[in-house]
C-alpha cells in the first residue's frame, strides 16, 4: 500500500499549516489542493506547502467545489502512483489522531473504503447535527446499503483505482458540498466494501465555515433526486447485491 493524504483547501489557509504538522508523524506525502484562492489564501496555503517537504501542491485558477477540488487531486495520486488516498479537511476540525487507526485498517483491508462518521464536542452547531440523519437515510435507501453509518464526514481512505474508474466513465458527481454523498453512493454502487469508525470532530469558534444553508441543502437535495432516479435504473444489481450482503457479510 502507497498511500497520500488529500487536503482540498478553500479560505482555510490560516489552518492548513497546522493540519500539516499534525500529519508529519506518519511518515505520508500530502496533496494540497488550492482550490481557486484569494491572494492572501494562496500566500498562506504556499508557505504552508513548503515548510513540509514531500508535499504536493496542485493549483485551480477557479473555486470548483469540493468534488473537483478531490477529483484533481485523486488524479495527481493516481499519476504519483499512490494506491489509497486519505481525505482531510483543511480546517483542522478533525481529530488527525484519529488517522493511525484508519491507516492501519487500510493495510489490512486494502479493497475497503475507510469512512468516518463524527464524534462531536460541545461545538456541535445543533443545525448541522440534528441535519446529517437525513442524508444518511437517503443514502441507504438509494443504495439499498444498511451499512452506510455517515456519508457527510469528509475523513476517508479511497482506494485510487476505484476511485479513479469513476472519473474514467466520466461520471459526473456533485461539485460541491453534495460530493460526499454522490461519491460514496456511487462507490456503493460499483459494489465497494465500507469500514466505518468514529472520528473526533471540534468547530472552532473562530473557524471559517464554507457551508451555506440555501445553497448546499439546495446542492444536497439535488444531488439525491439525480441519485434517486440512478437507483431506479440500477435497481436489479442493487437488489442482487443487497442479497449479497445480507447472506455473506
Known amino acids: 500500500m502507497k498511500c497520500c493524504f488529500i487536503i482540498p483547501c478553500y479560505r482555510h489557509g490560516a489552518t492548513l499549516a497546522s493540519v500539516l504538522e499534525k500529519l508529519r508523524c506518519y511518515g505520508i506525502p500530502s496533496i494540497v489542493i488550492d482550490d481557486g484562492n484569494d491572494q492572501h489564501n494562496k500566500e498562506l496555503i ?6 513540509e517537504p514531500g508535499t504536493l501542491l496542485v493549483v485551480r485558477e477557479k473555486n470548483g467545489g469540493k468534488g473537483r477540488a478531490m477529483n484533481d487531486g485523486i488524479r495527481k495520486a493516481a499519476e504519483a502512483g499512490f494506491t489509497h488516498a486519505f481525505q482531510i479537511d483543511a480546517d483542522g476540525q478533525h481529530d488527525a489522531a484519529d488517522c493511525k487507526e484508519f491507516l492501519l485498517l487500510a493495510a489490512e483491508n486494502p479493497d475497503a473504503v475507510l469512512c ?8 456541535v452547531p445543533a443545525a448541522r447535527k440534528n441535519g446529517r440523519e437525513f442524508s444518511n437515510i437517503w443514502a441507504r435507501i438509494v443504495t439499498l446499503n444498511p451499512e452506510l453509518k455517515d456519508v457527510l464526514c469528509g475523513f476517508r481512505v479511497y482506494p485510487v483505482q ?42 472552532p469558534e473562530d473557524g471559517v465555515s464554507n457551508f451555506r444553508l440555501f445553497r448546499d441543502n439546495a446542492h444536497i437535495s439535488l444531488t439525491y433526486t439525480k441519485l434517486f432516479f440512478g437507483m431506479l435504473i440500477r435497481l436489479p444489481i442493487l437488489l442482487v447485491q443487497a442479497h449479497r450482503r445480507k447472506h455473506h457479510g
Open 116 to 123: 468516518g462518521f463524527p464524534v462531536y464536542d460541545s461545538s
Open 46 to 51: 504556499a508557505a504552508a506547502v513548503t515548510a
Open 162 to 203: 476505484a476511485y479513479n474508474s469513476l472519473l474514467s466513465r466520466h461520471v459526473c458527481m456533485d461539485s460541491h458540498m453534495g460530493f460526499d454523498v454522490d461519491i460514496l453512493v456511487r462507490l456503493s454502487w460499483a459494489g465497494c466494501r465500507f469500514i466505518f469508525r468514529g472520528v473526533h470532530v471540534t468547530y
